[in-house]
């Protein structure tokens, strides 16, 4: 895509290192008239290794970390080492030019859902950025009785953003919430290759299949109450999506809401 009708030049403002040639987040300026729902994605460009100072020519889809309400867009990714766009998306400076399609896309937003109930959002890897857009979002507290968030990885050092998801309890804009409820949110940071304090070390789908998620946060998944959002590898999805599947929980449809949303663009 060259037709610079479509996109916007954006500056980077910050890059931020989680884990070395791994994981990384960029922060960006914002065009004025982008609007996009939290759980959302861009499509994020840059100009090709042979012409460094074109147009951009390589495109990825990254969902939003960053809030509607925040002035900046933020996105966390994975390096792929041999990859074409991610390793040099890592070495982006403050300065740098990073391209933006005008239109977001993407459909794992709350309007999938009837109002109320319990929100789980499960998460793999970089699956996380989604559901940081929808938490940082105040109203979608409001909006649930309860909120589950799993982070699936594969060592502590993955698990991402944690300060921030751990300082929720602490924010003042929902000292309310939390004070009414000190269960508003549950946290749980799985990982596989090692245990994490108080966490078994185990597969997310895994303890999706036996129990184990609902054990740890103590609330059933009644297809009744819970509404569950999936972001993550394709393998995490299409297993979780069949276990979850026999036990009454399937996507909405001609309007309809249900009470599963599935993030297909990775």
Same mark, same amino acid.
């Given at each position: 895509m060259t037709d610079d009708s479509k996109y916007t030049r954006q500056t980077v403002t910050h890059v931020h290192t989680w884990v070395p040639d791994k994981l990384f987040s960029v922060r960006v300026t914002r065009d004025d008239a982008y609007a996009f729902q939290p759980g959302q994605f861009a499509r994020v460009g840059l100009p090709g290794a042979e012409d460094p100072a074109g147009p951009p020519t390589l495109w990825r889809a990254y969902s939003m970390v960053s809030a509607p309400h925040q002035p900046w867009l933020e996105f966390y990714s994975?390096?792929?080492?041999?990859?074409?766009?991610?390793?040099?998306?890592? +070495?982006?400076?403050p300065g740098d030019? /990073?391209?933006?399609?005008?239109?977001?896309?993407?459909?794992?937003t709350l309007e999938r859902f009837a109002p109320g109930g319990d929100l789980w959002l499960l998460a793999s890897g970089t699956g996380l950025s989604a559901y940081l857009s929808i938490l940082r979002d105040p109203a979608v507290w409001r909006a649930y009785r309860r909120i589950v968030l799993?982070?699936?990885?594969?060592?502590?050092?993955?698990?991402?953003?944690r300060e921030e998801i751990e300082g929720w309890r602490n924010?003042?804009?929902?000292?309310?919430?939390?004070?009414?409820?000190?269960?508003?949110?549950?946290?749980?940071p799985i990982a596989t290759r090692?245990? /994490?304090?108080?966490?078994?070390?185990?597969?997310?789908?895994?303890? /999706?299949?036996?129990?184990?998620?609902?054990?740890?946060?103590g /609330?059933?998944?009644?297809p009744e109450q819970a509404r569950i959002m999936l972001c993550g590898n394709p393998d995490m999805l299409a297993d979780?999506?069949?276990?979850?599947?026999? +036990?009454?929980?399937?996507?909405?449809? +001609?309007?309809?809401?249900?009470?599963?949303?599935?993030e297909n663009y990775w």
């Open positions: 994975i390096e792929v080492p041999e990859g074409l766009f991610s390793p040099r998306m890592a +070495r982006l400076q030019a /990073l391209y933006v399609e005008k239109a977001p896309y993407g459909f794992l799993v982070h699936g990885v594969r060592t502590a050092a993955e698990l991402a953003y924010d003042p804009s929902l000292a309310e919430l939390f004070a009414a409820d000190p269960d508003k949110l549950t946290y749980l090692e245990a /994490l304090p108080g966490m078994p070390q185990a597969r997310l789908t895994t303890l /999706l299949a036996d129990g184990g998620l609902e054990r740890l946060a /609330l059933p998944l009644d979780a999506r069949k276990l979850l599947g026999e +036990r009454g929980f399937k996507p909405g449809r +001609r309007g309809i809401p249900g009470n599963l949303a599935v």
